[in-house]
């Protein structure tokens, strides 16, 4: 049963543009992620939140900006996107700050033309 | 950093048949290494973990063995079904922090 909610499911947009991705967790978990999957499906983590708080930020191009209102939800932008934005982006969550058991999202695959 | 290998980039065996997936870490203060399940279009799906107090562990008809001499794990699928295909990712981590995935596995059960 999905309890991590991704929207859009697919965006496709031009280089230069600007995107935002949404997700909601229903899980009552207090730690959310951002991870990107390339088409080769590897997978690295770009941010994680707990509680609000940023508490890992990986080394991602400064046009990547990460947002959490409450902790349920956690949404990325991408401003001015470039071709090699064009991947799968995850989102997961889970209880406290280790990554021990994830729930993941269907995820959001964006396309850069 | 760590660095997790995933020795079979694909996977073939017949239904009923046992499937297995072999990884390798580099950091030995890895301590967490949990396996996730991703089929066609969806997110990952944790399957099975072990923790390196222990060697081995099964869920069902999913067996994990951990080598930390070694520095190996490995994923073993008993008696196979058309819905074990999927792509399976191992990770690694020090206690669940910094997790670090391998590079999928795609496994297809051919019924």
């Known amino acids: 049963e999905t309890a991590v909610f991704q929207t859009p499911n697919y965006h496709v947009t031009q280089v230069g543009n600007e995107v935002s991705f949404n997700c909601k967790q229903t899980?009552?978990?207090?730690?959310m992620y951002w991870y990107k999957q390339d088409s080769k499906k590897l997978l690295k983590i770009m941010f994680s939140?707990?509680?609000?708080?940023?508490?890992v930020n990986e080394t991602v191009p400064r046009r990547f900006s990460p947002q959490s209102s409450d902790k349920a939800h956690l949404n990325l932008r991408i401003k001015s996107v470039e071709p090699e934005d064009s991947a799968v982006y995850l989102c997961a969550s889970s209880w406290g700050q280790s990554q021990n058991t994830l729930y993941f999202g269907a995820g959001t695959r964006l396309s850069v033309l | 950093g760590e660095k997790v290998e995933q020795h079979e980039s694909t996977l073939s065996v017949r239904e009923g048949d046992s499937a297995v997936i072999n990884c390798t870490y580099t950091d030995t203060a890895s301590s967490y290494f949990p396996w996730y399940k991703q089929e066609a279009g969806k997110g990952l799906h944790f399957v099975i973990d072990i923790r390196s107090n222990v060697d081995r562990k099964q869920s069902q008809r999913l067996i994990v063995l951990l080598d930390k001499k070694a520095k190996r794990f490995s994923l073993h699928i008993t008696a196979t079904q058309p819905e074990d295909s999927a792509i399976y990712f191992c990770a690694a981590s020090i206690w669940g922090y910094k997790l670090t995935f391998g590079t999928g596995t795609s496994l297809l059960v051919d019924p």
């Open positions: 939140y707990n509680n609000k708080q940023l508490i």
């Open positions: 899980l009552g978990h207090d730690t």
